[in-house]
């Protein structure tokens, strides 16, 4: 889902790159004001798994590529917006230091994270509060959260290209058909690990009451 450079023309290049400052300023005043020393190691290995995840491409035609994302999984462990500025850094080091990602479409790059990760905490927020509170709804909506922001940030960023790039309508269905069903895969992993994390250490996750009953076999937190 990487946008290439040479893909958008100026003014949207330039209109999602003014997006993608903001969210970034905004992501770093959260982070100044909310961040806890003890999520420096889950903000290290989440960083790490969803690069992990991004370097998996699948080529979709047109000059661009299909991946897992991560963007929902970050937001539930760290919030939307650190979790969407973990993203954010994901994607300027893949585009700097890798060649993933165009730099002159580094903005629309970051903007799709941004939806995945602040789009899908609030989603997840609004399915949790209309589903029973248990254990089997939360990671439901896990699944359902990350599946759906895959597949509407493939909506965006086949958008962008048909507004600001070289190609028509074709790039929709070919951009999102195969997008949803890798936010199948994408799905059953952030459910997998929410389950498990769930078990382990509820308390590291970023849904406050939004935490089901414990279950009957859940390690307490040290």
Known sequence: MHIPDGFLDAPTAVA?????????TYSLKVARERFDDRQ???????????????????????????????????????????GGLVVAVVLLVQGIGFADGGI??????????YLASVGGYYLFRGLIRVLPHSRAAFVTSAFVTAWATVTVASIWVSLLIWIG???????????????ALIGLGEGAITAAVLGAVLTTRPDLL?????????????????
């Open 16 to 24: 999602t790159g003014a997006i993608s400052v903001g969210a970034v």
């Open 40 to 82: 420096i190691p889950l903000v290290g290995v989440t960083a790490a798994f969803v690069f992990a995840v991004q370097m998996v491409n699948f080529p979709v035609g047109l000059g661009t590529s299909g991946h897992l994302l991560g963007g929902a999984l970050a937001a539930l462990l760290l919030g939307p917006w650190l």
């Open 104 to 113: 002159t479409a580094l903005g629309a790059n970051i903007s799709w994270g």
């Open 165 to 179: 790039g070289p190609f028509g309508p074709e790039v929709l269905p070919v951009m999102i058909g195969l997008h």
């Open 206 to 222: 970023a849904t406050g009451p939004q935490l089901p009953d414990p279950a009957p076999d859940a390690v307490p937190a040290a």
